[in-house]
């Protein structure tokens, strides 16, 4: 943006400022902030003193974020949540100008299992080139996605692991000791192991 011009006191017999003509005035800005206008020039007329003038640009609003996803995971009585951000859109951004997601926290609606799950989006705040010259109005959003059960694979693989020294077992043994927390466990795929030494 930029800025032209300039006024006068003191002019006498009606005189406008157009008799002032080798004085100019303005300056430009791109990024928001306050800029100074400084006049100059001279007049065989009139004796000159300049004042410094200005011109203010304001931050530009960003309405909303669109466009940040949540991943499915498997089910771990949390309600956390793993944001993707790299497809967020800003409702108000100017020609290419460049934004990014600076930060931004998710949470599932709950812990349970289930699909197509609200994930609440808060503490969006705004990265990028351009970031100083805008200001986020909703630091909130939404996303959807699924908690799925735990399998006894990726239970047992989630466990620390120890060496230990072998010892004979039972000739028929379940291997079901597998704890199951809130549902989250899906208990297909237990083996009974006979004849083993």
Do not use: W
């Amino acid at each position: 943006q930029s800025v032209t011009g300039f006024s006068a006191t003191g002019l006498v017999n009606g005189e406008t400022e157009s008799v002032l003509a080798q004085v100019s005035a303005g300056t430009t800005g791109t990024n928001a902030g306050s800029y100074t206008s400084t006049a100059s020039g001279t007049d065989n007329n009139y004796d000159l003193t300049f004042i410094d003038g200005s011109l203010d640009i304001a931050k530009a609003q960003i309405k909303q974020v669109s466009g940040i996803t949540a991943d499915n995971r498997i089910f771990d009585t949390s309600t956390n949540a793993t944001l993707n951000t790299q497809s967020a859109q800003f409702d108000g951004i100017f020609g290419t100008d460049e934004l990014t997601v600076g930060s931004a926290t998710g949470q599932f609606e709950n812990s349970l299992v289930g699909v197509d799950k609200t994930v609440n989006i808060t503490g969006i705040s705004l990265s990028g080139a351009d970031a100083a010259n805008y200001d986020l109005i909703n630091t909130t959003a939404t996303a959807r996605a699924d908690i799925y059960t735990l399998t006894p694979t990726d239970y047992l693989q989630a466990l620390p692991t120890r060496q230990v020294q072998a010892r004979p077992v039972a000739s028929s043994l379940t291997i079901a000791a597998i704890d199951v927390i809130n549902g989250g466990v899906n208990l297909t795929g237990l083996t009974t192991l006979t004849g083993v030494r």
